[in-house]
């Protein structure tokens, strides 16, 4: 539970987020005029029929011999700057668009107080997925709730009093554009409209329900509801997005949007509320966390000013005893029973998040998930693809949600068309390609941003999710029809486009930027750690399934010529680029070399590689953005380093987190909620390197706790009980058979290895 006792001021740091996927709305929870920020995550402008023309970012004019006059640069002189390169490879954006906030819905309630007293809180119950507001006013207590269901596809609030007759307010919808009309009727308001960049059509419908009152439309496109007992709406909205390449529009959203408003409001409100309730939780509840910590009668925002302090044990619950956790995690929070609950809490709150911004049927969730309060947000929330949309979805597999990866897949399956034809137009190469950044509309090729413009790895990486999804869950129907062929149509594309290094021989990626940060380059380690990841998930994928005896050699004559990406330094240091160029005094917040350690499998704790790694790491500090420290936790948790790794996620939740909890870059970024949440599921359990080690990377400053549901490869789940640092009770359940090798301190030697019966549970113990 999130909680205040106060409005939001800012939409940003302190509204409260509920979302279906497709539909998201802030609740700001203002008193006399509540506010809804309300998005739909098709709405963009760009694409076709934009304004300013639209190409994809592919050329648009042949460069005949261009991007070999780079490589040839970069023969002869080793590196060249990024602004070179874009010079010679980069063209302007055009038509690229941004997400568009939908609108507000400003709901002025007369007679309500204007400024809260001690009776008033504000909250989100993360277990029910539902906003509320409560407050007490001349003796009559108010109540609305809001939340955004996903099997009605609606967003529904209710107003409510424990007095007959107290309830108020006058509805009405708008927008920081001028693109659409507003109209009441009855009970109904509709709103439509075109964006003037590229005429895409939207259009929200709103139905308002009153009971002991009534509800009536005004002239200037109000619903108004008077002396009612309780009264409640629900909202549907739509446009006529399609992800087909290349028009990017399907139906007009009228029908649909009226049919799905009409459709819930004829239902009973405790239905609805109810329906969406089981829903959530179906998903929601499948893992639980217990770091042994309890929540002190703090609202959110003081408990998150209050982590880490020495003194925050004053705001625990009575007769909760200090935590005892020494080492690195423990010198960067207390231990206490508070900090450890805000731990739990945010761990779950990232699992909220993805619920509410990743069903299916919509886009996948973007930098700022489904919600946006902007024309012109930071980034155009697009889909950034040199890490951060891969990020959102970490914790999908390991936390039990492997259904909000559906919209990841399809979003990645639709580049496909685009990015063939970027793939021929930039790099005469078969496949598919994308670079840095993307959005609903194929955007795969290039923009002339120096040091965001050139990242032809990203959709080898954006594969490795799908791979992943077949880790866990072993659905050959799956592979077979969903991950492989965008996973073979990513590899035929570095099939072709390596190219023999003239230093050593070894194939290699040129010209290759290791994002944002340094010279190009040929062979950069990101790069070929990327590509290496690609190539073998892939090769083990192509063996999998039978696929042709020449394309698995091919692969496997590639991968044994593939430079790895792997190089010790000077100084120790596991090397960004091929060239030993690194400084031990860099501390930027890209440590992209390290990949092959994380979200990769090249590196395993405890080898020389690991080793670099971790001087590498510790180089480059702290410090750094959210979504940077999220991953450096992922990194210090396959380390093996707990201690180190709770010293990041105290980093990023006293100096990256809101008040609301939401992560900052800043400004707001939500793949920091979710690296964070994978990286704390790393320290409990990971899987891998193949078996599945228990508590591998447990921080002092949790000696005794108990997670369940958690998810490992190879089709099991665990619940694993602990104190005094050491696991005390594993049970694994089977999803399907397999052989397993378990690590835990728990077992004999340290180690188990069975083969597993579908639907069995075993239970292994310390007596």
């Not at 001690?118 to 108010?142: E, F, I, K, N």
């Not at 109810?274 to 703090?298: M, Q, S």
């Not at 100084?571 to 890209?590: I, V, Y």
């Amino acid at each position: 539970m999130l909680w205040y006792r106060a409005p939001a001021s800012d939409w940003e740091r302190e509204s409260l987020p509920v979302g279906n996927g497709a539909l998201g709305a802030s609740v700001l929870g203002t008193l006399r005029d509540e506010r809804l920020v309300v998005t739909e995550k098709t709405l963009w402008t760009g694409g076709p029929g934009a304004a300013d023309g639209y190409d994809h970012g592919d050329w648009t004019e042949p460069r005949p011999g261009a991007l070999d006059a780079v490589r040839e640069r970069l023969d002869a002189a080793g590196r060249i700057s990024p602004e070179e390169a874009a010079a010679r490879l980069g063209q302007a954006k055009r038509g690229y668009g941004a997400h568009q906030v939908l609108g507000e819905l400003e709901i002025a309630v007369p007679g309500a107080p204007t400024v809260p007293d001690a009776s008033y809180r504000r909250a989100l119950d993360l277990g029910s997925a539902v906003a509320s507001v409560t407050y007490t006013h001349q003796d009559t207590t108010y109540t609305r709730e809001f939340f955004a269901s996903f099997p009605a596809r609606v967003i529904v609030g209710r107003f409510r009093a424990d007095r007959p007759g107290q309830v108020g307010f006058t509805l009405r919808y708008t927008s920081p554009r001028e693109d659409f009309t507003a109209a009441a009727r009855g009970d109904r308001l509709t709103v439509r409209g075109a964006l003037r960049d590229n005429g895409l059509r939207f259009e929200a419908g709103i139905r308002v329900r009153a009971a002991g009152g009534r509800v009536s439309a005004g002239a200037d496109g109000t619903l108004t509801v008077t002396g009612a007992d309780s009264a409640w709406f629900v909202l549907a909205a739509g446009t006529d997005y399609a992800d087909t390449f290349p028009r990017y529009r399907g139906d007009d959203p009228h029908r649909l949007v009226t049919r799905t408003v009409d459709t819930a409001v004829a239902r009973p409100y405790d239905d609805l509320r109810a329906e969406h309730i089981r829903d959530h939780r179906a998903l929601f509840g499948r893992v639980t966390l217990d770091l042994g910590g309890r929540l002190p009668a703090l609202p959110t925002d003081e408990l998150l000013a209050r982590y880490g302090d020495t003194g925050a044990e004053a705001g625990t619950a009575p007769g909760t005893a200090p935590g005892t956790g020494t080492g690195a995690g423990a010198g960067a929070g207390t231990g206490s029973a508070a900090d450890r609950a805000l731990e739990a809490l945010y761990f779950q709150y990232g699992r909220y998040l993805l619920i509410a911004s990743s069903r299916a049927g919509s886009l996948p969730a973007n930098l700022q998930g489904v919600w946006n309060n902007s024309v012109s947000p930071p980034w155009s929330a697009d889909y950034h693809v040199n890490i951060n949309l891969q990020m959102n979805y970490w914790p999908a597999e390991v936390t039990n949600l492997a259904e909000t990866t559906v919209p990841y897949d399809r979003f990645v399956a639709a580049l496909r068309a685009p990015g063939r034809r970027s793939a021929r137009a930039l790099f005469g190469s078969p496949g598919w390609v994308v670079h840095n950044e993307t959005n609903p509309y194929g955007f795969t090729g290039v923009h002339d941003y120096p040091t965001a413009f050139w990242f032809p790895e990203a959709a080898a990486w954006l594969t490795q999710q799908l791979y992943e999804h077949y880790r866990f869950g072993g659905s050959l129907g799956y592979l077979r029809s969903t991950a492989y062929p965008v996973m073979k149509e990513a590899a035929e594309f570095w099939l072709d486009a390596l190219r023999p290094d003239p230093r050593d021989g070894t194939l290699v990626a040129t010209p290759s930027y290791s994002p944002e940060h340094g010279d190009v380059t040929a062979g950069a380690a990101m790069s070929q750690q990327i590509i290496h990841d690609l190539l073998t998930n892939t090769l083990e994928a192509a063996r999998t399934l039978g696929d042709t005896v020449a394309f698995r050699d091919r692969l496997e004559r590639t991968l044994a010529a593939l430079d790895p990406g792997l190089r010790i330094g000077s100084w120790g240091q596991l090397q960004e680029w091929k060239a030993d160029l690194d400084s031990p005094t860099d501390d930027h917040r890209h440590v992209s070399h390290l990949f092959a350690l994380h979200p990769g499998r090249q590196i395993e704790a405890g080898g020389p590689w690991a080793e670099a790694a971790r001087v590498s790491l510790t180089a480059r500090g702290d410090g750094g953005t959210g979504w940077s420290k999220a991953w450096k936790i992922n990194f210090w948790a396959r380390l093996r380093d707990g201690d180190h790794a709770h010293t990041m996620l105290a980093e990023q939740l006293r100096g990256s987190t809101l008040a609301n909890l939401w992560d900052t870059h800043p400004p707001f970024q939500i793949d920091g909620n979710f690296g964070a949440t994978a990286g704390i599921a790393e320290m409990l359990v990971q899987s891998h390197h193949g078996p599945i080690e228990v508590l591998p990377a447990l921080p002092a400053t949790w000696p005794e706790g108990r997670v369940t549901g958690l998810r490992a490869r190879g089709g099991t789940t665990l619940d694993i009980d602990w104190s005094g640092g050491t696991a005390r009770r594993i049970v694994l359940r089977a999803h399907r058979a397999a052989a397993v090798t378990l690590r835990s301190t728990l077992l004999p030697g340290g180690e188990h290895t069975f083969r597993t019966v579908a639907g069995r549970r075993y239970v292994f113990t310390g007596d």
